[in-house]
């Protein structure tokens, strides 16, 4: 039996009909569009995941190539690893463990190159603070003392102070600049506690080139 709607009903039924002729569409649209939102950030976080998950399991190829020596293979896993996944700290931790390997078979170009991608790629200071430091050293080897000291002037974190100055201490004991040596040596002993063995080496460092560390913190 049909439904007979009074006036009142009419007239209700008239206005939704004129909201939805007028407003519909757009609402139709604007909930596809959250919808979608939503699924793509689903969909991104999923791939964020997968991206992760894949990260983990190259950097573990590394370890397990470098752990062998199998140096050849550590560069190839390495490329696809900075290749296909630069912005995670997978990548960044693959090219220190790399470089490690590098060096321990004096391959200083190699290692070199992989600490320069995560000076100039890796965002994160520690991690740049890290690789300058190894940098450095890696380059001292190759006798390449200017470049050394370039790197140890960039930028460090403050609670890298005293590493950084006790490293650029030896580059200029290297270079027979003994003055410039002993005065970084002297920031690096006054920046470390008094409690850590790592003072004593420095202070051992001062004693032989003169620089008397104890004579002076108790002056």
Known sequence: MAHHFDLEEQEQIAQFKHFWDTWGS?????VIVVMGSLAAWNGYRY?????????????DA??????????????QILGDLRGDYPRTAQARQGALVAAQAFAKAQRWKDAQAALRWVV??????GYV?????????????EKDYDQ??????????????AVVADQTGDVLQLQGKTAEAIAQYRRAYDALGE???YRQIVEAK????????????GA
């Open 120 to 125: 100039d790629k890796a965002g994160d200071e």
């Open 206 to 217: 001062l004693d032989a080139l003169g620089g008397n560390a104890a004579a002076k913190e």
């Open 129 to 141: 603070a890290l690789a300058r430091l190894r940098l450095a050293a890696a380059l001292v080897q």
């Open 26 to 30: 757009l609402i139709t649209w604007a």
């Open 47 to 59: 791939w964020q995941g997968r991206q992760a998950q894949q990260a983990v399991a190259m950097l």
């Open 62 to 75: 590394v370890q397990v190539a470098a752990q062998a020596g199998e140096l050849d293979r550590v560069q």
């Open 148 to 161: 050394a000291l370039v790197e140890l002037s960039g930028s460090f974190p403050p609670e890298f102070a």
């Open 195 to 197: 409690q850590l063995a």
